[in-house]
């Protein structure tokens, strides 16, 4: 689903995640959104990741050098052509394995090469503080999976020194679990340029970042947030990743209570599904609770249950016409009162059919009281009052 914000006094679209995942194909089109070199139709509400991927492909091909040398060209094609054979796998995720040196250091891979091509910086912030030597030398210029490589091998060394340095690289690991140093938090701040629009990859997932006024901020992208207008933001100011909600233009925002985000998202996003699930509760109310018939019964006991069932909703649709068709009889009566309130009529049964017991009592009482019944009629149109 699509969320149009207003930033930088321009309506633009941002593109929420619906699925929990790495999905790099969001974060590079958000980036691409807000610097305004793709745009959408106007009030476009829905779009599929093909979509994106035509959108993102068509970029590639018109952001083509004009102007540029022929080996600069030769090398422009080499990296285009690499990466649209990766392309497919940013709706997946990248293989994208970090180094502990360096906010911008990634081993080299060709899943690297589509943020080349499209002049988007990827940053990541799991930093080895190098003011603890003992940690700096167990991870030294190892990537994540050489180091991991590497805590495997000192484990099964006999050699004691190894044995140290590869626990002191696990506990590194295992206390950085967010991905996210306080060292590194600082670097990230310190290289990131003021209003920059990059991607920040942690965790294996990839979130559209920019700075603003020395402060980092994380795009909000979960489809959670679709009817929270003035969430667009959340800070980066700490390793455990609570950060503060702001809108377009940085000013926080706290976002609605949960049930009332989840009601409103469900009321915009998901009405047809919402309808069909009361629809299905609906029947399932209605049905035969399968759990409580025992195991073994035989197909004429069944036969019977099923019956009772559809006996006992014959029963209560033809009690549910008979009380309408009583309402519509009864209306002639009720309005026959109001219009001649302070004439008597007899008490008549109407809901239901009377007996042939009944029905004869009631035929000779009528012939009693037929007599004297229009004796009263006669007086009674002297002072009839008609409202």
Same mark, same amino acid.
């Given at each position: 689903?699509?969320?149009?914000?207003?930033?930088?006094?321009?309506?633009?679209?941002?593109?929420?995640?619906?699925?929990?995942?790495?999905?790099?194909?969001?974060?590079?089109?958000?980036?691409?959104?807000?610097?305004?070199?793709?745009?959408?139709?106007?009030?476009?509400?829905?779009?599929?990741?093909?979509?994106?991927?035509?959108?993102?492909?068509?970029?590639?091909?018109?952001?083509?050098?004009?102007?540029?040398?022929?080996?600069?060209?030769?090398?422009?094609?080499?990296?285009?052509?690499?990466?649209?054979?990766?392309?497919?796998?940013?709706?997946?995720?990248?293989?994208?394995?970090?180094?502990?040196?360096? =906010?911008?250091?990634?081993?080299?891979?060709?899943?690297?090469?589509?943020?080349?091509?499209?002049?988007?910086?990827?940053?990541?912030?799991?930093?080895?503080?190098?003011?603890?030597?003992?940690?700096?030398?167990?991870?030294?210029?190892?990537?994540?999976?050489?180091?991991?490589?590497?805590?495997?091998?000192?484990?099964?060394?006999?050699?004691?020194?190894?044995?140290?340095?590869?626990?002191?690289?696990?506990?590194?690991?295992?206390?950085?679990?967010?991905?996210?140093?306080?060292?590194?938090?600082?670097?990230?701040?310190?290289?990131?340029?003021?209003?920059?629009?990059?991607?920040?990859?942690?965790?294996?997932?990839?979130?559209?970042?920019?700075?603003?006024?020395?402060?980092?901020?994380?795009?909000?992208?979960?489809?959670?947030?679709?009817?929270?207008?003035?969430? =667009?933001?959340?800070?980066?100011?700490?390793?455990?990743?609570?950060?503060?909600?702001?809108?377009?233009?940085?000013?926080?925002?706290?976002?609605?209570?949960?049930?009332?985000?989840?009601?409103?998202?469900?009321?915009?996003?998901?009405?047809?599904?919402?309808?069909?699930?009361?629809?299905?509760?609906?029947?399932?109310?209605?049905?035969?609770?399968?759990?409580?018939?025992?195991?073994?019964?035989?197909?004429?006991?069944?036969?019977?249950?099923?019956?009772?069932?559809?006996?006992?909703?014959?029963?209560?649709?033809?009690?549910?016409?008979?009380?309408?068709?009583?309402?519509?009889?009864?209306?002639?009566?009720?309005?026959?009162?109001?219009?001649?309130?302070?004439?008597?009529?007899?008490?008549?049964?109407?809901?239901?059919?009377?007996?042939?017991?009944?029905?004869?009592?009631?035929?000779?009482?009528?012939?009693?009281?037929?007599?004297?019944?229009?004796?009263?009629?006669?007086?009674?149109?002297?002072?009839?009052?008609?409202?």
């Amino acid at each position: 689903h699509i969320k149009w914000v207003r930033w930088k006094e321009e309506n633009t679209p941002v593109i929420t995640q619906n699925e929990n995942g790495p999905c790099p194909l969001l974060a590079i089109m958000n980036v691409l959104l807000l610097a305004w070199k793709i745009k959408l139709p106007p009030m476009m509400e829905i779009i599929t990741a093909e979509q994106l991927m035509e959108y993102l492909g068509d970029y590639i091909l018109d952001a083509k050098p004009k102007e540029i040398s022929e080996i600069q060209r030769l090398n422009y094609e080499q990296n285009m052509s690499d990466a649209m054979a990766i392309l497919h796998k940013l709706q997946t995720g990248l293989d994208v394995n970090v180094k502990f040196t360096g =906010v911008r250091v990634f081993e080299y891979t060709p899943e690297c090469i589509v943020f080349d091509l499209l002049d988007i910086p990827l940053y990541h912030g799991w930093l080895v503080d190098p003011q603890v030597a003992d940690i700096v030398k167990a991870v030294g210029n190892c990537s994540y999976n050489q180091l991991v490589e590497k805590i495997i091998s000192c484990k099964q060394s006999e050699n004691s020194e190894l044995v140290s340095e590869g626990f002191v690289a696990e506990q590194f690991l295992n206390n950085t679990a967010t991905q996210l140093t306080y060292h590194g938090l600082c670097e990230l701040t310190s290289a990131v340029q003021e209003g920059e629009l990059c991607v920040f990859f942690r965790n294996n997932h990839f979130s559209t970042m920019t700075k603003y006024k020395g402060q980092l901020y994380l795009l909000v992208t979960d489809q959670g947030f679709l009817t929270e207008e003035k969430v =667009v933001w959340e800070s980066l100011h700490n390793v455990d990743g609570d950060g503060n909600f702001c809108d377009s233009e940085f000013h926080l925002r706290p976002p609605s209570d949960p049930e009332t985000v989840y009601r409103g998202q469900q009321d915009q996003i998901d009405q047809d599904y919402l309808m069909a699930l009361s629809l299905q509760q609906e029947q399932q109310n209605q049905e035969i609770n399968w759990e409580q018939i025992p195991e073994g019964i035989s197909d004429l006991e069944l036969a019977k249950k099923l019956q009772e069932e559809e006996d006992r909703r014959a029963s209560q649709y033809y009690q549910e016409q008979e009380q309408a068709a009583a309402q519509v009889q009864l209306r002639p009566y009720l309005q026959w009162c109001w219009v001649y309130p302070h004439v008597s009529f007899p008490t008549q049964q109407v809901q239901g059919a009377a007996s042939p017991a009944s029905a004869r009592q009631s035929a000779s009482n009528e012939r009693k009281r037929k007599e004297p019944r229009e004796k009263e009629r006669e007086k009674e149109k002297n002072s009839c009052v008609l409202l």
